[in-house]
C-alpha cells in the first residue's frame, strides 16, 4: 500500500500483481483545486495500480467533500463527488498508444508520476462546470437562503 501524500511515483517500482494508492494526498498544496472552490474539507483517494510492461494502469475511486460556490444564486452548497478514475500511464508515446482507448491516458516523464499534480487535476477535472444548488429559478434559495430575482423582473 503506498500513501496517497507522495510526490512521486515510479512505475518500475509498481509490481506486476499490483499494489494501492489510498488515502489523503497532500491537497493544501494543490493551488488551482482550492481557488475553485469555497472550502475543500477532505479529498481521499483509493486506486488500485497494476504495472503491464512500461504501463502502470490505475483504477478506483477519488472523493472530494467541501463547499462549491452556487453559479445560480452565489452561495455556498456542500459537495460530496465521487469521480471514478480509469487511467493509463507510460513513460512513452509508444506505450501510451497501447494502452486500451477506454482510459484517460496520462505522461509520465522517465517513468515518475508526478502524484499530486496529477491527482489535483483528476479532482479539478471531476468538479462540476456550472454547480447549482437546486433547480428552480426564483425566490429565496432553499439552500443558501439568498434571494435571487425573477427571470421575467428584467423584462
Given at each position: 500500500?503506498?500513501?496517497?501524500?507522495?510526490?512521486?511515483?515510479?512505475?518500475?517500482?509498481?509490481?506486476?500483481?499490483?499494489?494501492?494508492?489510498?488515502?489523503?494526498?497532500?491537497?493544501?498544496?494543490?493551488?488551482?483545486?482550492?481557488?475553485?472552490?469555497?472550502?475543500?474539507?477532505?479529498?481521499?483517494?483509493?486506486?488500485?495500480?497494476?504495472?503491464?510492461?512500461?504501463?502502470?494502469?490505475?483504477?478506483?475511486?477519488?472523493?472530494?467533500?467541501?463547499?462549491?460556490?452556487?453559479?445560480?444564486?452565489?452561495?455556498?452548497?456542500?459537495?460530496?463527488?465521487?469521480?471514478?478514475?480509469?487511467?493509463?500511464?507510460?513513460d512513452t508515446e509508444a506505450a501510451l498508444a497501447a494502452i486500451d482507448a477506454e482510459r484517460e491516458l496520462v505522461m509520465a516523464a522517465e517513468g515518475k508520476l508526478a502524484v499530486q499534480d496529477w491527482l489535483e487535476e483528476e479532482a479539478l477535472l471531476a468538479l462540476p462546470l456550472l454547480p447549482r444548488c437546486m433547480e428552480?429559478?426564483?425566490?429565496?434559495?432553499?439552500?443558501?437562503?439568498?434571494?435571487?430575482?425573477?427571470?421575467?423582473?428584467?423584462?
Amino acid at each position: 500500500m503506498i500513501a496517497a501524500h507522495v510526490s512521486t511515483l515510479l512505475i518500475s517500482r509498481i509490481s506486476e500483481a499490483g499494489d494501492q494508492l489510498f488515502g489523503e494526498p497532500d491537497f493544501a498544496r494543490w493551488e488551482r483545486l482550492l481557488q475553485a472552490v469555497q472550502q475543500l474539507d477532505s479529498v481521499r483517494v483509493d486506486l488500485r495500480l497494476q504495472r503491464r510492461g512500461r504501463v502502470l494502469l490505475v483504477d478506483g475511486e477519488l472523493r472530494l467533500q467541501g463547499r462549491l460556490r452556487c453559479e445560480r444564486c452565489l452561495g455556498g452548497m456542500s459537495c460530496d463527488i465521487r469521480q471514478h478514475v480509469r487511467v493509463g500511464v507510460a513513460d512513452t508515446e509508444a506505450a501510451l498508444a497501447a494502452i486500451d482507448a477506454e482510459r484517460e491516458l496520462v505522461m509520465a516523464a522517465e517513468g515518475k508520476l508526478a502524484v499530486q499534480d496529477w491527482l489535483e487535476e483528476e479532482a479539478l477535472l471531476a468538479l462540476p462546470l456550472l454547480p447549482r444548488c437546486m433547480e428552480w429559478s426564483s425566490g429565496i434559495c432553499p439552500v443558501s437562503g439568498i434571494e435571487v430575482p425573477s427571470l421575467d423582473a428584467n423584462q
